[in-house]
T-cell receptor, first 110, second 113 residues
Framework: DAKTTQPPSMDCAEGRAANLPCNHS???????VYWYRQIHSQGPQYIIH???NNETNEMASLIITEDRKSSTLILPHATLRDTAVYYC???????????FGTGTSLTVIP | DTEVTQTPKHLVMGMTNKKSLKCEQH?????MYWYKQKAKKPPELMFV???????INESVPSRFSPECPNSSLLNLHLHALQPEDSALYLC????????????FGSGTRLTVV
């Protein structure tokens, strides 16, 4: 039931912005996009979420295209501690379920 | 309290054993979830409880038996498991409304021998 597509892996230089794309072309109008990350088999950690508008918090920014078919998570100044698997999730509108896609393994390089 | 607490953190059990995983939250969340995660794979949804009632079972084998004794507690009873059931078991909770995100616990690392 995963409804998202992400590149399997990405590298980013420390201190640079990390831009992680996600395709969710079948998203419905009332479905939210969530981003989580998982560091080394810990529990997934919430990063940010959005519906239509771009969002920013202390961790990241979320850019959602106008047609809502894709989004980009931006970590503005990546650090080594940002090395993790990042999951883009579309929350199912009719229920309470999160279905994880395969995620992007981000490696921040010194 | 903004955490989901899972116990034990590690569990080794034989194929004939019965054991239970426990999950607890005190955030007033009304939905709770069990996920299974194999190495280098994304978490897979197993069960959803909403207002203490089982609302979704993702065709999980009956050797996994969930229980929600109250709105703060979620258990996963294990019986006659197979070595391929070895995985990280994650619990999560949410308010249950359309916008609310999940809060995950740190998981129980289960090894079946």
């Amino acid at each position: 039931d995963a409804k998202t597509t992400q590149p399997p892996s990405m590298d980013c230089a420390e201190g640079r912005a990390a831009n992680l794309p996600c395709n969710h072309s079948t998203i419905s109008g009332n479905e939210y996009v969530y981003w989580y990350r998982q560091i080394h088999s810990q529990g997934p950690q919430y990063i940010i979420h959005g519906l239509k508008n771009n969002e920013t918090n202390e961790m990241a920014s979320l850019i959602i295209t106008e047609d809502r078919k894709s989004s980009t998570l931006i970590l503005p100044h990546a650090t080594l501690r940002d090395t993790a698997v990042y999951y883009c999730i579309v929350r199912v509108a009719t229920g309470n379920q999160f279905y994880f896609g395969t995620g992007t393994s981000l490696t921040v390089i010194p | 309290d903004t955490e989901v607490t899972q116990t034990p953190k590690h569990l080794v059990m034989g194929m004939t054993n019965k054991k239970s995983l426990k999950c607890e939250q005190h955030m007033g969340h009304r939905a709770m979830y069990w996920y299974k995660q194999k190495a280098k794979k994304p978490p897979e949804l197993m069960f959803v409880y909403s207002y203490e009632k089982l609302s979704i079972n993702e065709s999980v084998p009956s050797r996994f038996s969930p229980e929600c004794p109250n709105s703060s507690l979620l258990n996963l009873h294990l019986h006659a498991l197979q070595p391929e059931d070895s995985a990280l078991y994650l619990c999560a909770s949410s308010r249950g409304d359309r916008e609310s995100g999940y809060t995950f616990g740190s998981g129980t690392r289960l090894t079946v021998v």
